[in-house]
């Protein structure tokens, strides 16, 4: 049972790290070390697309769900079962790619565009 549990943390702290990766700047822009662990992941993001690794997360919520129990189907929480089903999108390695591409460009020119009007 423990272990189950551990894997439905993982999958929420997963998903949290997705929503910084994606609203990071937000925060970052005010912060120096949010924006150098920001930047990190989305650089990190974009090295797992081009090299086709998968996550450590991921790696180790299946591990944990392989020790809970390997052979049983999905039985989860409400908010787990949703949680997972945006983590893990079914869409081609393509569209990550390109997605992760605007999603760090989106970023970029956030914390470039904030640096710009704290000079003037």
Known sequence: ?????LADIVVLIHFCWILFLFFGAIWGVKHKMVRVVHLGGLAFAIMMQLFGWYCPLTHLEVWLRMKHAPSL??????????????????????????????LCGFNIWMYLGKRKKRCQ
Not at 77 to 96: C, G, H, Q, R
């Open 1 to 5: 049972m423990i272990y189950k549990i």
């Open 73 to 102: 189907a999905y039985t989860g929480s409400f908010i787990i079962y949703y949680a997972e089903k945006l983590i893990y999108l079914d869409v081609t390695p393509t569209v990550i790619f390109i997605a992760t591409l605007i």
